[in-house]
């Protein structure tokens, strides 16, 4: 779809008007002038003849009295004379009643065809502002949700809604389109974009006749989002809008959990269920009869009324026996799991395992076995949640049931299950235009990531097959910074693909439109359980901003459909990790770890072997970590006067987190961390336990190898380190001597050192090192060091950087692009955030690597100012003469430690620094596309004088 910036009302516009909007804004985009060359041929002969067909005013009239049979055949020999004068007035109309007709007569299938044939004949103002051809994308959103094709439903959807919102089009029908496509965003698991449709759909609700179907969407929304209270707000907001006894059933049906378990009115939700059930038993509608029953055997079950509960199951299966005797529903899907419950609180495993696999069949179309030792291909893979979680369901089960019968071919079936819901959840995340969605589904699914891990373990125990070990590295690997390694790829791509640097403005501007949006969602969020307000419109903005983006990515792409980024960033597989590292560091070594709820795992990973290993209970350990990061927090001169607690803590990290798994002679390991790991600096873990003091003589683990991070080894395994040539250096330094913010004394001295090994530098300082310049210049070099203050902890919710005039938030570092092989940020808890389950910190690091940082050295606690001057002195030395960032920060550290006095040696004033390899390989698809921009936009300058010339021809002049 082409990203159409402005509103646009075609039916103001004629001949030369239209003309002159296509030439404003071709000079904007490429793509949009390629956009109005194709107006141009197909209005250039645009005349005022109108068709005045008999056979078009009559299907409406037979369409006015639903007699769509008898409509159909008029407006099919209607609409070629329409299309053949160009009356692109009537031809929208005629297109919408066509569709209407197919609709309403249920012959989705050619309703399919005649939209894929019949739109692209269009101009696409009236293809992207006819209120008609929204409804056409509404017909065969709401068609395709019909035969379960819900990523196809919910992009016509969009379409949709992109049209009515530029026509401020509200109603019924925007209504209808609005509430459909929040149900497929439920379906999907992307409650953001839910929360946005359900906002604009009550919104365009104006007569009220959906508002109570939008409150029990809404009221689901809120239980989604673990927010009880919400949703019995949402419910009782909804009762005054039931129009009619099936709305009040509706909602009755939905609410009546609330009741019980929020308001504790048993007899009130018993009652409403009732209700629901009456009027549902003489109606058509089995799905709300089986959730009204569904409903009364929950509120037994945590009443532990089982035979109750059991009754109520009973009439739900009966009903659905009468009623879904062909095809499968998710509703039954739904049933059949909680059945799983139900017969798992019993004890009865043996009939939860049976109604899971019922669950599964419902919602694999072309998967029937009723077997539980057969399971769906991988080839088979729908885009339904309820796939995601049935899979995941019978994998625990199978876990279950191989405690009690030691069968290893429950294992392998477990493990199959595990990658069934996996490859359901990357189809799911395919879908989703918000990171935010992607986040909480990595979030949600991590539970699942470690039985799944475990499951390999224990396999690859058994076994011995490396099989096994790769699995669960792959597993690692999906799951970890994914949401990160998608937009770095996005951004380099873009980088590359666009030349054009109004367009390369225009995307900057968009992604500030959603850091903007973003810190505003944070800060509303923030007071959220004090707000009387259900539906905020800060989150809705947000999901709007977010859609702009998408679609100005989709006019880029559109520009070459050959060339497209991935749904999702691939991820390297066990042997390609082994093969790069063996290129990168031979006598080096990944470290990769989980950190679970209940236990944690180790990959490691050498160029010629790679083991799978179980390292800790995950309490225990989490436990560990924070005791020793206590030590940091309680600062360097806490640790010097007392260091015995600290050296038995960082030995005991060391013994179970390191010393087992390094093997002798590696020289350089890389540790890709999880969760609190993030902040643990590994170089300061003590090798022996018998000292007494820190100073330079202690064992640190940093005199026996080089540590460095990275995220994820996908972003780790890249080319990308500095060569031996002495890459442009911006450096900026508030100072802050006569500001609000405490002054940083020693940075003069860190910009001398700087300066001293890189001549050419840049250097702002005080009142230069603004904001503006920073945005002006950061993204026209290679090296950036920022000698600043830094805070994860602001009003706004958002780690903050400090520059002389104000504060640079995270969101808003999302939104730059850098080009930088290294960033420094010498300032406080840079590489702190707060934690994403498979994402890591959300810290300012995380910022600049979004932006396209390959390397970063950040900070893991409130640094000492005077020992970061000496330390980034020595780093600079090294670095300056060619050696790679990791070494030369290491040999900086090294370096320290020799000239340090007893005062300052402790590892709270060295250790705090690490270097975090985050670079992506840029795809072979977009170094193609690179290479034919040349002649793209050669041919685009050809059509841009044809065009400039017709319009000089003409007589129409561009505005001045």
Known sequence: ?????????????????????????????????????????????????????????????????????????????????????????????????????????????????????????????????????????????????????????????????????????????????????????????????????????????????????????????????????????????????????????????????LLYSVAGKKQLALSRLQQAIRYFSSKEKSGSLLEAYRGLASIARQEQNWEVAEQHYQTSLSIASKHFKQGKDRELAKLYHELVGFYLDKGDLEQALHNCQLAIIQVFPNFDSTDISDNPGLEDIPMESWAMTSTATKAFLLQKLYKEEQDLNLLQDAAHCYQLSFAVKNKLEGSYDSEDAKLYMSEYKHADVEAAIHVNYLLYKKTNHSAHVDEAFALMEQNRAAVLAQAIQQNIAMRIFIADEHLLQRAQQLKAGIAKARMNVQSSGMHEEQADVLLPENPAKLALQEELYRQFVDSVYLANPKWQIPAKAQSLKLDEAQSRLSKLAPNGQILSYFLGDQNSYLISIRPDEASCHLIASGRDLQDQIQELLQEFRQGGKSMQKNPKPYIAKAFALYQNLYRPFVAEGVEQVFVIPDKTLCFVPFDALVVDSTQNSLDGSSAFLLKQQQISYASSASLLLTDGEPGDSRPALLALAPLFEQQHLPPLPYTREELRLIKQHYPSSNLLISEQANVGAFRQQAANFDVLHLATHADIESASGFPRIEFIDSSLYLPELYAMNFKADLVVLSACETGLGALRKGEGAMSLARGFSYGGSKHLLSSLWKVNDRASSSLFGHFYESYSKGINSAEALHAAKLRYLETADLRNASPFYWAGFICMHNAFPVSQAIQNSSNSQSIFLLFAALLAVVLALYLWHSGVRPSV
């Open 1 to 257: 779809m082409l990203y159409i910036e402005g509103e646009l009302l075609f039916s103001s516009m004629h001949g030369n008007a239209l003309l002159r909007y296509a030439y404003s804004h071709c000079k904007a985009d490429i793509c949009l002038f390629l956009a109005s060359i194709t107006i141009f041929c197909l209005t250039a002969n645009i005349t005022t003849l109108r068709a005045q067909s008999t056979d078009f005013a009559k299907a409406l009239e037979l369409t006015a009295e639903k007699d769509f049979e008898n409509a159909l055949p008029l407006l099919q020999k209607a609409l070629p004379v329409i299309l053949e004068n160009e009356d692109w007035s009537q031809a929208d109309h005629c297109i919408k009643e066509l569709a209407n007709c197919w609709y309403r007569m249920k012959q989705l299938d050619s309703l399919f065809a005649f939209a894929k044939r019949t739109l692209p004949q269009l101009p696409f103002i009236i293809a992207d502002t006819s209120i008609h051809i929204g409804y056409v994308h509404t017909y065969v959103g709401s068609a395709r949700s019909k035969q379960r094709q819900y990523e196809l439903a919910l992009q016509s959807y969009d379409k949709s809604r992109a049209i009515f919102s530029k026509q401020d089009f509200k109603g019924n029908f925007a209504a209808f389109s609005y509430k459909n496509a929040a149900q497929v965003c439920e379906r999907q698991l992307n409650y953001q974009k839910q929360y946005y449709y359900l906002s604009a759909a009550l919104k365009a609700d104006t007569t009220r006749r959906y508002s109570a179907s939008i409150y029990a969407s809404l009221l689901n929304y809120y239980q989604y989002q673990n927010k009880p209270s919400k949703a019995l707000e949402a419910y009782e907001m909804g009762i005054p809008f039931c129009r009619t006894s099936k709305d009040s059933a509706r909602l009755n049906i939905s609410g009546a959990g």
